[in-house]
């Protein structure tokens, strides 16, 4: 017999100072709407996820000194666009707005994208941002 999906699963962190600290910058990025949404919706099995990805990706990494926010923002935009993940480009574009990206510079990245990976990855990328803009009224 399966076992039955834990709707209550708990965050269980190995590092709690780089998951807090990761928690702090990951819900300002992407808003702690959609963060609280993400974990309240993770069983047992998608949790570990989540711990891994608050305590390295947004702990570990997009709090150390050595980039300003707006500059990871670029980043993960060439490199999901590159990449073609389009669910998690669209969560990103979202997240670089709301680190200061502009409009303009986010197209300059997907241009940029187009010349090194492709103009099937530049299309996806603008195709998604445009949804985003759409939606956020940019």
């Known amino acids: 017999m399966a076992k039955a999906r834990n709707s ?3 965050p269980n962190p190995r590092n709690k100072r780089l ?3 990761g928690m702090k910058v990951r819900k300002a990025v992407l808003g702690a ?4 949404s993400s974990l309240a919706g993770a069983d047992d099995f998608m949790m ?8 390295y990706a947004w702990g570990y990494v997009w709090t150390r000194p050595g980039l300003p926010r707006k500059t990871r923002s670029m980043l993960n935009l060439a490199m999901l666009a590159a990449l073609n993940r389009g669910p998690e480009l669209r969560l990103h574009v ?4 709301n680190n200061g990206l502009s409009k303009d510079e986010i197209k300059e990245i997907f241009l940029q994208v187009g010349i090194y990976c492709g103009i099937p990855a530049c299309l996806d990328a ?7 803009f759409k939606e956020r009224g940019v």
């Open 94 to 97: 979202n997240g670089a707005l």
């Open 126 to 132: 603008f195709k998604t941002a445009r949804e985003v």
């Open 8 to 10: 209550k699963a708990k």
């Open 48 to 55: 570990s996820f989540q711990d891994m990805t608050t305590e």
């Open 19 to 21: 998951y807090d600290a």
């Open 33 to 36: 709407g959609y963060v609280d």
